[in-house]
């Protein structure tokens, strides 16, 4: 069979010319997929970032295949698009909060804001990121808790990523009563910290008198920790501590 009875029968034709897009498309997103991922592996992205890339790749190719094929199989593609355009503008006006925590995933994901692993703290929550959607992104909060944020959230939002720095400082806000004497307070306080391996010598601590008040002298112990997932823990132990010194003190005096 010549390339001329191919092209002088329509049927056999468009089956050929349909093919040829076919074989193109699959073409094209093989190699724009080893493309992106080398070039995405090279600038250390994310992998998360990676795929989504491809998959948009994917199937905005294979919609224009699709295109191509219904034209050339002499589909009337306009009364088609306009048909879904209708139904696409009433979608739309349902799904635009989708669209935006999808956009909003997506924006998270190229500024690497957090990944999974990552403990994270937004409005009223804090916790370790367990998933990252394109429409939520699901926390596990200290008390194994799951929550469940939108990611347009993150664009609308001040969040804090407590895990790239992997030293954490604790400020703990002490009230010294007057029985107590303040001279020799601080070494006290870091002969407590030094009993933790999980408190650090360097940054040294710090003891700051704040205000003389009625109740006592209002006081901030800032100490350094490795963990940053377990603040208020130490946080506890430190302060359980420090407070049966100061009764101590007291009762000696």
Same mark, same amino acid.
């Given at each position: 069979?010549?390339?001329?009875?191919?092209?002088?029968?329509?049927?056999?034709?468009?089956?050929?010319?349909?093919?040829?897009?076919?074989?193109?498309?699959?073409?094209?997103?093989?190699?724009?997929?080893?493309?992106?991922?080398?070039?995405?592996?090279?600038?250390?992205?994310?992998?998360?970032?990676?795929?989504?890339?491809?998959?948009?790749?994917?199937?905005?190719?294979?919609?224009?295949?699709?295109?191509?094929?219904?034209?050339?199989?002499?589909?009337?593609?306009?009364?088609?698009?306009?048909?879904?355009?209708?139904?696409?503008?009433?979608?739309?006006?349902?799904?635009?909060?989708?669209?935006?925590?999808?956009?909003?995933?997506?924006?998270?994901?190229?500024?690497?804001?957090?990944?999974?692993?990552?403990?994270?703290?937004?409005?009223?929550?804090?916790?370790?990121?367990?998933?990252?959607?394109?429409?939520?992104?699901?926390?596990?909060?200290?008390?194994?808790?799951?929550?469940?944020?939108?990611?347009?959230?993150?664009?609308?939002? &001040?969040?804090?990523?407590?895990?790239?720095?992997?030293?954490?400082?604790?400020?703990?806000?002490?009230?010294?009563?007057?029985?107590?004497?303040?001279?020799?307070?601080?070494?006290?306080?870091?002969?407590?910290?030094?009993?933790?391996?999980?408190?650090?010598?360097?940054?040294?601590?710090?003891?700051?008198?704040?205000?003389?008040?009625?109740?006592?002298?209002?006081?901030?112990?800032?100490?350094?920790? &490795?963990?940053?997932?377990?603040?208020?823990?130490?946080?506890?132990?430190?302060?359980?501590?420090?407070?049966?010194?100061?009764? &101590?003190?007291?009762?000696?005096?």
């Amino acid at each position: 069979m010549t390339i001329e009875s191919i092209l002088s029968n329509p049927l056999l034709k468009d089956v050929v010319v349909s093919l040829i897009i076919i074989g193109a498309a699959l073409g094209i997103v093989k190699w724009t997929s080893i493309f992106i991922t080398k070039t995405g592996t090279k600038f250390d992205s994310e992998a998360t970032l990676i795929q989504v890339v491809n998959e948009i790749i994917r199937y905005s190719v294979y919609a224009i295949a699709l295109t191509l094929i219904l034209n050339e199989l002499g589909i009337n593609i306009t009364a088609i698009a306009l048909s879904l355009g209708i139904v696409g503008i009433a979608v739309g006006f349902a799904a635009r909060d989708t669209i935006s925590n999808f956009i909003a995933g997506l924006f998270v994901l190229a500024d690497k804001s957090f990944k999974v692993g990552d403990i994270i703290e937004i409005s009223d929550y804090k916790g370790k990121v367990h998933i990252m959607g394109f429409r939520v992104t699901k926390l596990i909060t200290a008390d194994n808790n799951i929550v469940s944020i939108p990611n347009s959230n993150f664009s609308k939002n &001040v969040h804090v990523n407590h895990t790239p720095l992997e030293e954490k400082r604790v400020d703990l806000a002490i009230t010294v009563p007057y029985q107590v004497k303040v001279e020799g307070l601080r070494e006290k306080f870091i002969e407590i910290l030094d009993k933790h391996e999980w408190a650090l010598d360097d940054p040294l601590p710090n003891f700051n008198i704040n205000e003389l008040a009625d109740t006592g002298i209002k006081s901030t112990l800032s100490f350094w920790v &490795v963990d940053p997932w377990k603040v208020e823990e130490y946080r506890s132990i430190i302060a359980s501590e420090i407070g049966t010194l100061l009764v &101590v003190d007291i009762e000696k005096d």
